[in-house]
């Protein structure tokens, strides 16, 4: 192995490490966030007697599950029911993989090992675990992976109640994601590439996609509600209808492991909204972040990344305990009948207007993005208004008072 190689498998293996590391830490700080953003919302403190303001409330409940009794019922599927808590939790993990989170680090080294021997890298280091060129198809293929976590954590426990919840999660995450993916298609015809580091530039070069796919946007933030089994959207758990759903007959760690999924998933998904509407790490209004490789610009570009995925994961704990739970029918009509058939739409309609600019000469710019902004603003009015007859969710018209039977 040359002193090059050597060199860069450091750098990923360190990457790697620090990377997983803060995203373990930040799932046990979300869970802190969401009761006390709960306990503020319902006007109470949320946890505050395990350390200041809490904050080693998430310690004490992992060492709590630790020490637990494990259960295992006897009819499950022994193999199945101790790999199901895994493959619903290494996803969400893997997904952060390929997002890059501040701009590139400049980074040069050249030294030497007892028994390791040499070990050189020059040049920037791109802020992202793993740059690989298929990273939208990557992140479409490892998303859809989620599902068998929680589909063989339902039917291993030899439990009705919690087979039923596995079929419904199912059906809720495959409806979804195809609506979650087609809303990213836009994104490709913008970019012309399925790298999210030339995502991210390319919102550089003209405004952030939140304005350029403005509708594509609210698409995908309903639909990664449901990827997520986020309120109001929670019907794998259910727990007023499935008694617990999916995880019924989990216990110990292996039932944290499931909520450590959702949380990681919750993260992540901030992170690619970040990353595909709001320009990732980008900071806004200025071209400071552009240029050379610099270590200030690299943390201030980080600071900015994590401050629009927290904003994200603050959105979605709001939404929890703000909205109620969907009907089962009015979840999968509102994805069959209404995303999807808006999504086809969107994209037909946003590729014809970039082949009309094009035609017209615009350059990509800002004047181009101010033009597909306008588009989605009409594309908007048009959904709403239809949407607001209330017909397409739950089939019958609301009756208006005075009006007739």
């Not at 997904?95 to 050249?110: E, G, H, N, T």
């Not at 990353?275 to 690299?298: N, Q, Y």
């Amino acid at each position: 192995m040359t002193p090059e190689l050597k060199g860069f498998v450091l750098v990923a293996v360190v990457k790697l490490a620090v990377a997983f590391g803060v995203l373990l830490l930040g799932v046990a700080f979300v869970t802190w966030l969401e009761r006390r953003v709960a306990g503020w919302i319902q006007n109470r403190q949320g946890p505050n007697r395990v350390g200041p303001a809490g904050l080693l409330q998430p310690m004490a409940d992992g060492l709590k599950n630790f020490v637990k009794e494990e259960t295992l019922p006897g009819q499950a599927d022994k193999v199945l029911f101790l790999l199901a808590p895994a493959m619903a939790f290494v996803p969400s993990l893997l997904l952060f993989a390929v997002i890059p989170f501040a701009a590139p680090l400049p980074l040069s080294f050249d030294f030497t090992l007892p028994l390791l021997g040499r070990f050189v890298f020059e040049g920037p280091m791109p802020m992202i675990v793993a740059d690989i060129s298929v990273g939208f198809l990557f992140i479409l293929a490892i998303s859809s992976l989620a599902v068998y976590g929680i589909v063989i954590a339902g039917w291993s426990q030899a439990n009705k109640y919690a087979f039923l919840g596995g079929l419904r999660s199912s059906a809720q995450m495959i409806s979804y994601e195809i609506a979650m993916g087609m809303s990213l298609i836009v994104v490709l015809l913008l970019v012309g590439n399925v790298t999210l580091t030339r995502v991210v530039a390319v919102q550089q070069e003209s405004l952030w996609f939140v304005l350029m796919m403005t509708l594509g946007f609210v698409l995908f933030m309903v639909a990664a509600l449901a990827e997520t089994n986020r309120l109001p959207f929670d019907l794998p758990e259910a727990e007023s209808e499935l008694v617990g759903g999916y995880h019924t007959e989990y216990s110990s760690m292996r039932f944290a492991m499931f909520f450590l999924a959702e949380y990681g998933a919750l993260i992540t998904m901030s992170g690619l909204i970040s990353t595909f509407f709001f320009g990732g790490w980008d900071i806004p209004f200025t071209t400071w972040d552009e240029g050379e490789p610099a270590v200030l610009k690299s943390l201030a570009t980080l600071v900015m990344f994590v401050g629009k995925t927290f904003f994200f994961v603050f959105w979605y704990i709001w939404v929890r305990w703000t909205l109620p739970r969907f009907r089962y029918d009015q979840l999968m009509s509102l994805g069959w009948k209404v995303l999807l058939p808006i999504v086809l739409v969107y994209i037909m309609v946003m590729a014809t207007a970039i082949l009309v600019l094009d035609e017209l000469g615009l350059a990509f710019g800002p004047r181009y993005g101010l033009a597909l902004f306008g588009v989605n603003l009409v594309a908007l009015f048009v959904v709403f208004r239809i949407l607001d007859s209330d017909r397409l969710i739950s089939g019958q018209p609301v009756r208006r008072e005075g009006s007739a039977s």
